[in-house]
C-alpha cells in the first residue's frame, strides 16, 4: 500500500530551465510534507517542507506546492542547476495526534540537469 | 553536513547472522529513527526512539530491534538474517519531539546479506 506516490522514476531538464517534480498521497491524516534530495552514497538531505495549513513554501531556488483537495504537492526547482541532479523524494508525516514522526517515502525521482 | 554519522559503511553478513548497526546523533536530538532503504525504493521507516524508549514501529518483525543511548548514539540490531535484509540502513535524529521537526539522515550502512 504506497501511501505516498512518485510515478516519474526520472526526469531531464536542461541546465537554466524548471524542474518539475511531482508527489502524490492518499491518506488525507498527512499534515505535514518534506522534500529530500539524496547523492549516491550519502543519506537524504532536507531540501524543503510545508505544512497542510500552507499551498507555498518558498526557499530560494526551490518552492513546494501543495493541492490538499488533489492530495498532490510538487516541487519547483527554477533555475535548474547541475549539482541538482540527485534522486528527490517526496516524505509524509502525520499529525501530532499520531504520536511519533515517522515519515512516509515516495519512491524517489531521479533528475538529471542537462549542460 | 548533517552531524549523523553511522557505522560501518559497509558490511557483508551471512544468513541467519546477527548484525548491529550503530549511528551517532547531533548533540541534544533525542529522537532518532531507522530507516530500510531497498533498491530502487523510497526509505521505509522501520522504528523511532525518543529519550531512550521505542515510540513507534513500522511492519517490521520483532528480529528487529534498537536501543537509544543518552549519550545521543543509538543502535539497530537484526536477529536471524534474512536475503530480503540486504538495503541501505539509514538512521535520522530530530531536535526535539516535535510533528514539525525536521529528520537529518546520516550516510547510512549498506547491508549485504549472503
Known amino acids: 500500500d504506497q501511501q505516498v506516490k512518485q510515478n516519474s522514476p526520472s526526469l531531464s531538464v536542461q541546465e537554466g530551465r524548471i524542474s518539475i517534480l511531482n508527489c502524490d498521497y492518499t491518506?488525507?491524516?498527512?499534515?505535514?510534507f518534506l522534500w529530500y534530495k539524496k547523492y549516491p552514497a550519502e543519506g537524504p538531505t532536507f531540501l524543503i517542507s510545508i505544512s497542510s495549513i500552507k499551498d507555498k513554501n518558498e526557499d530560494g531556488r526551490f518552492t513546494v506546492f501543495l493541492n490538499k483537495s488533489a492530495k498532490h504537492l510538487s516541487l519547483h526547482i527554477v533555475p535548474s542547476q547541475p549539482g541538482d541532479s540527485a534522486v528527490y523524494f517526496c516524505?509524509?508525516?502525520?499529525?501530532?495526534?499520531?504520536?511519533?514522526?515517522?515519515?512516509?517515502f515516495g519512491t524517489g525521482t531521479r533528475l538529471t540537469i542537462i549542460p | 553536513e548533517t552531524g549523523v554519522t553511522q557505522s560501518p559503511t559497509h558490511l557483508i553478513k551471512t544468513r541467519g547472522q546477527q548484525v548491529t548497526l550503530r549511528c551517532s546523533s547531533q548533540s541534544g536530538h533525542n529522537t532518532v529513527s531507522w530507516y530500510q532503504q531497498a533498491l530502487g525504493q523510497g526509505p521505509q521507516f522501520i522504528f523511532q526512539?525518543?529519550?531512550?524508549?521505542?515510540?513507534g514501529r513500522g511492519n517490521f518483525p520483532p528480529r528487529f530491534s534498537g536501543l537509544q543511548f543518552p549519550n545521543y548514539s543509538s543502535e539497530l540490531n537484526v536477529n536471524a538474517l534474512e536475503l530480503d535484509d540486504s538495503a541501505l540502513y539509514l538512521c535520522?535524529?530530530?531536535?526535539?519531539?516535535?510533528?514539525?521537526?525536521?529528520?537529518?539522515f546520516g550516510p547510512g550502512t549498506r547491508l549485504l546479506v549472503l
Open positions: 516524505a509524509a508525516r502525520l499529525g501530532p495526534n499520531f504520536g511519533n514522526e515517522k515519515l512516509t
Open positions: 535520522a535524529s530530530s531536535l526535539v519531539r516535535g510533528f514539525r521537526e525536521t529528520q537529518y
Open positions: 526512539y525518543y529519550r531512550e524508549e521505542e515510540n
Open positions: 491518506n488525507s491524516m498527512f499534515d505535514y
